[in-house]
């Protein structure tokens, strides 16, 4: 099993800047990537980054390209998501996730741990 932490949300203005954390513990060698989704009210969860464990490979939806970044700190076993530029639009639940197949990331189903989410509030 691999446990999933988020921090770091909260309530900002338009044009602020949050930085996300999710720390891993337990089986972290059987990860091979991870990824950030955010569930907004009523709507649908909904891919935002994902990174490989080992490469360090990215990738980003659209909506987020440019503002948002996801790296990780393999000795930390921590994975990052700074969210610069933010609107009222990416308001939402944001959830850490954990694959350890490397197979569709930008797929919620193909996760196969997540943690308990962080509420990230932006107002305009």
């Known amino acids: 099993q691999v446990q999933l932490v988020e921090s770091g949300g909260g309530l900002v203005q338009a044009g602020d800047s949050l930085r996300l954390s999710c720390a891993a513990s337990?089986?972290?060698?059987?990860?091979?990537?991870m990824g950030w989704f955010r569930q907004a009210p009523g709507k649908e969860r909904e891919f935002v980054a994902a990174?490989?464990?080992?490469?360090?490979?990215?990738y980003y939806a659209d909506s987020v390209k440019g503002r948002f970044t996801i790296s990780r700190h393999n000795a930390k076993n921590t994975v990052y998501l700074q969210m610069n530029s933010l609107e009222p639009l990416d308001t939402a639940v944001y959830y850490c996730?954990?694959?350890?197949?490397?197979?569709?990331?930008?797929?919620?189903?193909?996760?196969?741990?997540w943690g308990q989410g962080t509420q990230v509030t932006v107002s305009s």
């Open positions: 990174i490989s464990w080992t490469g360090g490979t990215t």
């Open positions: 337990g089986r972290t060698f059987s990860v091979s990537a």
């Open positions: 996730a954990a694959d350890r197949r490397y197979s569709n990331l930008f797929r919620s189903s193909e996760y196969d741990y």
